[in-house]
């Protein structure tokens, strides 16, 4: 645990200026008029982009405002291990919201069944071993009342005028907490909440149970929230209780993040050996909000888009790229985007290439990039893509509306293991109207697959608040829809849970639920690729390497491989290149003739999704990283 000191550093670095003195806000270097506070669990790896792009509108128009990394005093406090554990809602249980519900409610029944872990469904995630949540609740639960009480202490002694709260997954609770024992020690300080956890009507509900909270602001703050404080600060009347924010329509007008609050604290932490020194790991950016796929034809399962799509311009997005990594050399910039604009690769990476621009990036993608695109963001510095593959049963995918066909997520998963780029992603079953001959058809795939990186964790699906499957709930096979029981776990009795509640639980038919041993199958074919994957020495490898005349040779380590090198001629060779593009069985029969039966008997071609497809990757097929 860190010393009182310590966790005063903030303080401290604000209320003395450089002669030594106090500053008490007259010469010295300001206290902050607003101070936005980040609360546990964000990830303490990377700064708050929200915070910080409000704290810069603030600035820009005058006001000393500073952002306080809550959250990194409690990872430190806690430990870093332990508090990522509990950060990432494992399985839609949101533990980190108990620990802090404790202290905002009394009478809240204990979050045992919230403990529970789901390791066969994520088997690379070390911290999910059984009894992990409990033994970090506890310690998390032991360490609050101190970090309330120094967290208040600390904001009490900086005396802003306006404290505002930042709240996206997993921080109401330590929000509420946290304003809850400042308004018990300063009841003066205007408090406010904003973010992804207030939008409509979730923040009107919160509002109701929140009287810790002068005021909560739903929507994109960006432009509005600075004129919100200024006008408080300057005497006119409080902001409404609850007040809904127009998106802006220009995002080159929204602030650029400045990320030097996160980082001094960070350094203070770190001095004290609270926080791991590879901290941070990485910063985030932003190209755009909402999702231009979505406004076309949204993905029923979508719950993250909340607005109409917009977009920053080309060159403001080069510009806060070449800036933020002249300014922070070999660490990931991370686009908060929802997915990557259309034709982005193209619009700005040759620039940035052709000026010698190499920096880690990674962009949230949809899985129909072409190849030429991702040869593109490799040669940026990419090394890590989120394409949202989902599944790769073809009629799931047609059901989702993804917009992307299986064969072009396999291309995906193999391109990516060509040039080597981590590619992590999520695989859903189980919904209604799904087609049992298909998942019989994907247990048999997926061991020719085993050399392509694997689903991070695998789910049967839930309906998220706003997604087109919860909206429309019936049409779509959705019956007896109701919030998830987790939140009587954080909310009390008279909160009204349909409007707060992010994940919600139904009944509907799956082909599955009738087919326990396929169901079974699948499972166990999927646990089977994901482990072994856990070791980077031991990912299979199926790869082709050209030879002299135009020959080829492919080597070949799957488990299920038939032989571990095949030499092929000429024409093989261009017949096996011949599939690096879909083709239907017109074409191959056509183009590729007698090869095809020797290729699809070696599983180096599959045929799916009405496609014949090569799964050689290019290169000796080392892969990165463990998934
Ligand atoms: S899942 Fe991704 S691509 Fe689909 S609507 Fe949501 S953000 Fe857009």
């Not at 919201?97 to 029944?109: K, M, N």
Request: net charge negative; hydrophobic share 40%; with cysteine.
């Amino acid at each position: 645990m860190l010393s009182e000191e310590a966790a005063h550093a903030f303080v401290d670095e604000r209320l003395v200026d450089d002669e030594g003195l106090c500053a008490g806000g007259q010469g010295g270097q300001a206290i902050p008029e607003v101070l936005l506070i980040v609360p546990p669990f964000l990830k303490p790896g990377s700064p708050a982009l929200g915070a910080e792009i409000l704290a810069a509108a603030c600035r820009s128009q005058g006001m000393d405002c500073d952002v306080l990394y809550a959250n990194l005093s409690f990872a430190a406090r806690v430990g870093d291990a332990t508090y990522r554990r509990i950060m990432i809602p494992r399985h839609g249980k949101p533990l980190g919201e108990a620990v802090f519900a404790q202290e905002v409610y009394s009478g809240l029944p204990h979050p045992a069944p919230l403990f529970a872990t789901a390791t066969e469904n994520a088997p690379n995630f070390p911290w999910d071993e059984p009894a992990a949540g409990e033994r970090c609740y506890d310690i998390c639960r032991a360490q609050t009342p101190g970090f309330l009480e120094e967290t208040a202490a600390a904001v009490a002694d900086l005396a802003p005028k306006i404290v505002g709260f930042t709240a996206t997954v997993q921080q109401t609770m330590a929000s509420l907490a946290i304003a809850k024992t400042v308004k018990a020690l300063r009841p003066e300080i205007f408090t406010m909440l904003g973010g992804d956890a207030s939008r409509l009507p979730m923040g009107q509900a919160l509002a109701e149970i929140a009287p810790m909270l002068d005021c909560v602001v739903a929507g994109e703050a960006d432009l509005v929230f600075p004129h919100l404080c200024q006008d408080y600060l300057q005497g006119g009347a409080s902001p409404p209780w609850v007040i809904e924010c127009a998106p802006p329509t220009e995002l080159d007008q929204v602030a650029a993040p400045d990320y030097s609050s996160y980082l001094r604290q960070l350094g203070d932490l770190q001095a004290a050996g609270g926080l791991p020194e590879t901290y941070p790991n990485h910063l985030l950016f932003e190209s755009s909000r909402g999702c231009w796929w979505a406004d076309k034809s949204r993905c029923r399962f979508c719950g993250l888009v909340h607005a109409g799509y917009r977009r920053k311009s080309g060159a403001r997005i080069v510009a806060e790229l070449r800036a933020a990594a002249e300014r922070h050399p070999g660490v990931l910039l991370q686009a908060a985007d929802c997915v990557m604009p259309s034709g982005m690769p193209h619009e700005i990476l040759p620039e940035l290439i052709e000026d010698g621009f190499r920096h880690p990036l990674q962009w949230a993608i949809r899985p129909d990039l072409t190849p030429a695109e991702l040869l593109l963001m490799k040669k940026a510095g990419f090394a890590h893509v989120q394409p949202g593959i989902e599944s790769l049963c073809p009629s799931i995918l047609t059901a989702f509306r993804k917009g992307a066909r299986a064969h072009q997520n396999i291309a995906l998963l193999r391109e990516g293991r060509s040039m080597r780029l981590d590619v992590t992603w999520n695989f859903l079953f189980r919904i209604p109207g799904d087609d049992l001959e298909e998942y019989a058809g994907l247990v048999r795939l997926l061991p020719a697959l085993s050399h392509l990186q694997p689903p991070m964790t695998f789910s049967s699906i839930v309906l998220q608040r706003t997604s087109p499957f919860l909206e429309d709930a019936g049409r779509f096979g959705f019956h007896e829809v109701r919030p998830s029981p987790v939140y009587r776990y954080l909310y009390p009795p008279e909160t009204r849970i349909a409007d707060i509640a992010l994940d919600f639980q139904g009944r509907w038919h799956s082909a599955l639920d009738e087919a326990p041993e396929l169901r079974a199958d699948l499972e166990e074919s999927l646990r089977s690729w994901m482990t072994t994957w856990r070791d980077p020495g031991t990912h299979p490898a199926l790869f082709k390497v050209p030879l002299a005349g135009g020959r080829v040779v492919v080597q070949d380590t799957r488990p299920c491989a038939k032989e571990a090198i095949v030499l092929g001629d000429a024409k093989y060779a261009d017949a096996l290149a011949y599939f690096d593009a879909p083709r239907t069985k017109r074409q191959a029969e056509e183009v590729a003739g007698a090869a095809v039966a020797d290729l699809l008997e070696h599983g180096f071609v599959i045929d799916w999704d009405d496609r014949y497809l090569s799964l050689v990757t290019r290169g000796h097929g080392r892969s990165r990283t463990a998934a």
